[in-house]
């Protein structure tokens, strides 16, 4: 019985090679962090309330809808002039701003520009039922 030993660099016929990573089409895997800290830019949309610091909101994030507590604005942001204002204690109708929340329960979360569909969500009041606020997820924290 004989064998066929390949000459150095040489592919045997027939025999599976592994891919050349440079040569490889597509995109990179990402892999979506699992998250409770999340901090967003958000539109406020509600004209009967501010939203204010340490407010607990339902968050429809993808699929699902957890609590999620506002514990902290981080500024406010002018359109006009698109100045930070550090010091704004509260948002208004139609303000925007950037501020961080605590989810209750992890969620499956990107950044916005990564990915919209999970890096996105919108604020509900529980007492109400009513939608007062879209975001956009800028950073999410493990």
């Known amino acids: 019985m004989s064998h066929d030993?390949?000459?150095?660099g040489e592919v045997p016929?027939?025999?599976p090679h592994p891919?050349?990573?440079?040569q490889m089409a597509g995109r990179r895997i990402h892999v979506t962090g699992v998250v409770q800290d999340i901090e967003a830019m958000i539109c406020w949309m509600d004209s009967t309330a501010a939203l204010r610091p340490r407010?607990?909101?339902?968050?429809?994030?993808?699929t699902r809808t957890v609590r999620a507590m506002v514990t902290d604005l981080r500024y406010?942001?002018?359109?006009?002039?698109?100045?930070?204002?550090?010091s704004a204690s509260e948002l208004a109708l139609n303000e925007i701003g950037r501020v961080v929340l605590r989810a209750t329960e992890?969620?499956?979360?990107?950044?916005?520009?990564r990915n919209r569909a999970t890096g996105s969500f919108i604020l509900i009041?529980?007492?109400?039922?009513?939608?007062?606020?879209g975001?956009?997820?800028?950073?999410?924290?493990?």
């Open 125 to 133: 009041d529980e007492s109400t039922n009513q939608t007062v606020a």
């Open 135 to 142: 975001g956009m997820i800028r950073m999410a924290n493990t």
């Open 106 to 113: 992890p969620v499956f979360a990107d950044d916005y520009r």
């Open 13 to 15: 016929a027939g025999k």
């Open 76 to 86: 406010r942001l002018d359109i006009n002039t698109m100045h930070r204002d550090e």
């Open 5 to 8: 030993v390949p000459a150095a």
């Open 55 to 62: 407010t607990i909101y339902r968050m429809k994030h993808t």
């Open 19 to 22: 891919p050349d990573p440079e």
